[in-house]
């Protein structure tokens, strides 16, 4: 029977012998993946190897099936909800363009603060962050939230802003008419 200070022993010298870490971020920086994103890909990935290294029969070959299956879904992720974000964000960046009439910039920061007064408190608080390029980590640890939580607060207040959209088209054009259909 492996004690398990001989499964951290085992589970150790195969991650330093095997260079696990350094492979796996050489193939993360080929997929693309920022840096920010790739040391939360590749923990995770070894979490879940540690998870399974007593029944993990090619350890090397589950990181990295682990490590492109998270980056598949962070890539889902951010491609379900780039549509609100993209559009607020485009609503909260205000270049200045020389043609744009000023009256036209504070009636669309209007219709944005309008739609984020939307949102109950608390998503409002968590979506702002978000929109400021806080990561949801930091977030949770500025807000006092589990991270999970701000996740979920994120996935509620875009779909909340999403259905708002939806519900009143005219809505996204009246307020970005710069941004285009």
């Not at 995770?44 to 090619?58: D, N, V």
């Not at 944005?112 to 978000?130: E, H």
């Not at 990561?135 to 207040?157: C, F, M, Y």
Request: glycine share 4%; aromatic share 6%.
């Amino acid at each position: 029977m492996v004690t398990l200070s001989q499964r951290q022993h085992d589970f150790t010298a195969f991650i330093r012998e095997e260079e696990v870490e350094e492979k796996l971020h050489r193939f993360l920086v080929k997929k693309g993946v920022s840096e920010h994103e790739e040391g939360d890909i590749a923990q995770y990935a070894l979490m879940k190897l540690w998870e399974k290294w007593p029944t993990a029969s090619e350890p090397m070959a589950f990181t990295f099936h682990v490590a492109r299956g998270r980056w598949i879904d962070l890539l889902r992720y951010k491609r379900r909800h780039a549509i609100a974000v993209d559009f607020m964000a485009d609503l909260m960046t205000e270049v200045q363009d020389p043609e744009d009439d000023p009256a036209q910039l504070a009636v669309e920061n209007q219709l944005v603060d309008g739609l984020i007064k939307s949102l109950p408190k608390t998503q409002r608080s968590v979506f702002t962050c978000a929109m400021r390029g806080m990561p949801p980590r930091q977030i949770a640890k500025e807000l006092h939230l589990g991270e999970a939580t701000v996740r979920s607060h994120l996935r509620h207040s875009r779909q909340r802003l999403r259905l708002l959209l939806e519900e009143d088209p005219e809505l996204g054009e009246r307020s970005c008419p710069r941004c285009g259909p």
